[in-house]
């Protein structure tokens, strides 16, 4: 039997956005946008360029190399035309392939919220339409609020999804903006509309206020839907987005769909899915939820007794899926049963090669195992990883050792008498017996030490010419007088490659020390020769 494809519509750089406490940087945006294309998702919605710096400037370049990038906007406001629209000519003359219009889809937000009759609604989503496609951009309609809007008025419902497809929309979503609908409904009224237009050009946006926006993304599925667009661990506004780290393994592993779809997602990216989803929440700044479907520290964990016995004898009595094929982890009780074929994949991607019985990766293991116990996390730091492993056997070349560092942090008076804070580092090294010390001032310590350690590193100074740390995360582990820090640094270097390093201390400085030399350790080992 031929399977149909089903397609992946991220929208975490905009959706996402609206998370309360979260604002993505433009380096955010750029990271994320690379996990995502990793991942393997068909679309990548990146924000609305125009609205503000950040999405401007995030549209001002193409970001994608396979995925759809996609812009997000309005149609054209009544009383003007599409070409005489800034928000439209935004859109359109953005570096994005495809462009997605929110259109209403409910009669009283049409005259309510927008305050203009229903067929200027109507004439509006044409008119961005035919002009979007007229400029060579994919288009896709969001129609907001659909569910409650069918309910209310379904022929004006269904007018919106004719009027989209009449004007050549390639995909018309059907958005669950309030995040009410029931599973059941969202079933019939995606029967319904399917009258009106095929299942291969509608999509379906499900927010999560009753916590069933995964469910009823599959039921839109079942009923004949063939897009679905949700966010990385289910972030979005209010209580979330549905979530495509818990949908795309269920597509994929669960026979009810994986018989009848296909997705572009590979059986080797999604051993990695728990990686991703780790590693998002580090950009994040937070902690994985443990408790999460499929990729949670807790998803395949059993406690001592009835449970445990019979899971040793078969791991499917308390596993729907078996944990490697998400990439996370079977526990039992305090020991680890899984892990070595995970940290064979991860020495693999670094070009290191080891046999499975080889005792080095026992004691690999123990060390990964241990330094985690004590604040690491090495999801979302790739490469701490690799300097750790080549550490741990005996392979990681001996390139400098730090002596001693210090930073201070001075308020004084400038000679103009105004009130200034004034950072110094000092960095002493050796580079094969040879005494290096380097003074830098920066913009608070951990740039002045980092600028300072890269100052002068003697022989291997050129090597790190083109070396930039991009961002610096902080998270504080616990709390009281002993909290441990946790630092993320994100570093990229002239061939565009970015990677990330971590560092644990109680001391904030220290942590930082330890992710900026492991960064530059990082650097060198790329530029080693062969």
Known sequence: MTKE????????????????????????????CGLLEELGV????????GANPVDTAFFDAKRTKRAKFTAFGMTKRAGRSAANDPGVQGLLNSQADSVCFVAKAWDHQVTTALEISLEDNLDNLRDSVVAAIAASKETLVDCEHFFDGFKANPDYALACVRTAIDAGARWVVLCDTNGGTMPSEVRDIVAQVLAVAPGDHLGIHAHDDTGQAVANTLAAVEAGVRQIQGTLNGIGERCGNANLITIIPTL??????????DTAISATNLTWLTQYSRAFDDRLNRAPLKQSPYVGASAFATKAGIHASALLKDFSSYEHVPPESVGNERSIMVSQQAGKSNLLTALARHGIALAKDDPRLEKLLTNVKERESRGYSYDGADASFAILARRVLGTLPSYFD????????????NAQGEEITV?????KIRVEGEVLMSVAEGNGPVNALDLALRKDLGKYSSRIEDLELVDFKVRILNGGTGAVTRVLVESRDGSGERWYTIGVSPNIIDASFEALYESITYKLLKTETP
């Open 5 to 32: 494809r089903l397609y992946l519509f991220d929208t975490t750089l905009r959706d996402g956005a609206q998370t309360a406490g979260i604002e993505f940087s433009l380096e955010d945006k750029i990271s994320i």
């Open 252 to 261: 994929v592993l669960k026979p009810f769909f994986a018989d009848r779809f």
């Open 42 to 49: 068909d679309y990548i919605e990146g924000g609305y360029p």
């Open 402 to 413: 730090v002596d001693t560092y210090r930073a201070t942090v001075e308020r004084r008076h």
């Open 423 to 427: 950072t110094e580092a000092v960095v």
